[in-house]
């Protein structure tokens, strides 16, 4: 028998970011495919998250920092993470 899924199952962490640069990186869980619902909707912008803080970090859609990146916005709230 084939199985697709992994033989050991990776676990959501409390803080997970879509940047390389950061700390809370995790290449093979991003790879997996996540979701995040904050406040009872699913969000598909979110570059990173907290769960036990309850916050979400979401690019400006106009304003740039000095970097030229996107700045951030954090709303805080209720913070859900799945697998898709």
Known sequence: MSDTTPSTPLALPDRLSVDPRSKFFQREIIERGIGIRFNGK???????YC???GWIAVPSPKTLDRR???LMIKLKGQ???FFR
């Open 51 to 53: 769960i036990s803080e």
């Open 42 to 48: 699913e969000r598909h912008d979110v570059e990173e």
């Open 79 to 81: 913070v859900e993470a």
């Open 68 to 70: 030229g990146q996107p």
